[in-house]
C-alpha cells in the first residue's frame, strides 16, 4: 500500500503544481480554450479538496484508499481523460446552476454576518486590551505612585505636583 506521504506528494505535484503553472501557462498565451479547461479543473479539484477532508477522517482506513486517490487526480488532469471537464458538466455546472441563487444568498448572510462578528470581535479585543491597560497602570503606577507620596510625607516633604498643574482655591497656602 502507498503511504500518506507518497499520496500528499503526488495531489500536491499533480493535482496542485502543474495544474497552477499550465494555468499560467493558459493565461499568458490568452487561450481561451485553456482558461475554460483549467476553471473547470481547479473547480472539481476544489470540490474534491473539501471532500478530502472529510474522506480522510472517515474511510481513510478502507484498502488502496490512497491509491485511488491518486488516480483520481491523475484521471483528473488527463488530456485524454478529460476526468475534470466529464465530472463539470455532468455534475457540477448544473448542480450549481440550480442552487446558484441559494448560494448568492448565503454567501451574502455570511459576508454581513462575518463583518459584524468582527465588529463585535474587535470592540471586545478593545474593550479588554483598555481593560488590561488600565488595570496595569493602576498596578504597576499607581501602588508606586502611593508609597512615593506615603514616604515623602514620612520624610516631611510636599509631594511634587504635576508639571503645569495649577493648585485650586482649596489648596493654596
Avoid at 476553471?39 to 481513510?60: G, H, Q
Avoid at 471537464?85 to 457540477?92: A, D, M, P
Wanted: glycine letters at 6%; charged letters at 20%; aromatic letters at 14%.
Amino acid at each position: 500500500m502507498v503511504s500518506w506521504m507518497i499520496c500528499r506528494l503526488v495531489v500536491l505535484v499533480f493535482g496542485m503544481l502543474y495544474p497552477a503553472y499550465a494555468s499560467y501557462k493558459a493565461v499568458k498565451t490568452k487561450n481561451i480554450r485553456e482558461y475554460v479547461r483549467w476553471m473547470m479543473y481547479w473547480i472539481v479539484f476544489a470540490l474534491f479538496m473539501a471532500a478530502e477532508v472529510i474522506m480522510d477522517i472517515f474511510i481513510s482506513w478502507f484498502p488502496f484508499y490512497y491509491e485511488i486517490k491518486m488516480a483520481f487526480v491523475l484521471w483528473l488532469l488527463s488530456s485524454y481523460t478529460k476526468g475534470a471537464s466529464l465530472l463539470y458538466r455532468k455534475f457540477v455546472h448544473p448542480s450549481l446552476s440550480r442552487h446558484e441563487k441559494e448560494i448568492d444568498t448565503y454567501i451574502v448572510q455570511v459576508k454581513e454576518r462575518s463583518y459584524e462578528t468582527m465588529l463585535s470581535f474587535g470592540k471586545r479585543g478593545l474593550n479588554i486590551a483598555a481593560s488590561a491597560a488600565v488595570q496595569a497602570a493602576t498596578k504597576g503606577t499607581g501602588q508606586g505612585a502611593c508609597r512615593t507620596v506615603t514616604q515623602r510625607m514620612s520624610i516631611g516633604q510636599i509631594p511634587r505636583q504635576p508639571p503645569g498643574h495649577q493648585p485650586g482655591p482649596e489648596r493654596s497656602r
